[in-house]
């Protein structure tokens, strides 16, 4: 068995003050190159969200699969906890009367907040020649099927893309073309 390789201009950080990378320079300085041979299995790990959260991966015909977590950069992981723990705790509020963890998971599933549509996956960014931020497992699509890319609406609430900013993740509505699915951990690319 090979052992993964593992790049050593790729620092390790503090989880918690991990600036968002601006370009894509930077954004190679800071996961590393996910061509390299042993950088997946060094690099991508799952993350699943706090208990008694449900996460669904979202397939093209609108059919749900359970899920135990999302494929993520490492470097990502605490983080993506968080930001999953803020949308359950912003849920949470917002649920009428007594807030049960089944009040709480049916509020997610009528707002599609629990559906995620792709993650980690190695490929050039749609219509171009560099990786996209998915293949540096720093990139996550939301509710494909009712936000797709081109459509400058979304039908996620405002506080869910709030949460990820707050936590340096950028949406993609206002990308030169609208991506309303789509939040990265990275600027500028």
């Known amino acids: 068995m090979r052992r993964p390789v593992r790049n050593p201009d790729v620092l390790p950080v503090d989880l918690d003050t991990l600036p968002t990378p601006n370009g894509f320079d930077q954004v190679v300085a800071t996961f590393g190159n996910p061509t390299d041979r042993?950088?997946?299995?060094?690099?991508?790990?799952?993350?699943?969200?706090?208990?008694?959260?449900?996460?669904?991966?979202?397939?093209?015909?609108?059919s749900l699969i359970p899920v135990s977590g999302i494929q993520i950069h490492r470097?990502?992981?605490?983080?993506?906890?968080?930001?999953?723990?803020?949308?359950?705790?912003a849920a949470k509020e917002r649920v009428n009367g007594t807030a049960t963890d089944a009040k709480v998971q049916r509020y997610l599933r009528e707002h599609r907040l629990d559906q995620h549509s792709g993650?980690?996956?190695?490929?050039?960014?749609?219509?171009?020649?560099?990786?996209?931020?998915?293949?540096?497992?720093?990139?996550?699509?939301?509710?494909?099927?009712?936000?797709?890319?081109?459509?400058?609406?979304?039908?996620?609430?405002?506080?869910?893309?709030?949460?990820?900013?707050?936590?340096?993740?950028i949406d993609g509505r206002h990308f030169r073309t609208p991506d309303p699915m789509h939040v990265q951990f990275a600027k500028g690319t």
Request: proline share 5%.
């Open 38 to 62: 042993g950088w997946a299995a060094a690099n991508i790990v799952k993350v699943s969200p706090i208990d008694p959260f449900l996460l669904f991966f979202q397939e093209d015909n609108n």
């Open 75 to 89: 470097k990502l992981k605490d983080n993506l906890q968080s930001v999953l723990h803020e949308i359950w705790e």
């Open 119 to 169: 993650s980690f996956v190695i490929r050039n960014m749609r219509g171009g020649r560099r990786l996209s931020m998915h293949s540096f497992g720093i990139a996550i699509d939301w509710d494909a099927n009712n936000n797709p890319q081109g459509n400058p609406n979304s039908t996620l609430p405002d506080f869910w893309y709030e949460i990820w900013a707050k936590h340096g993740w």
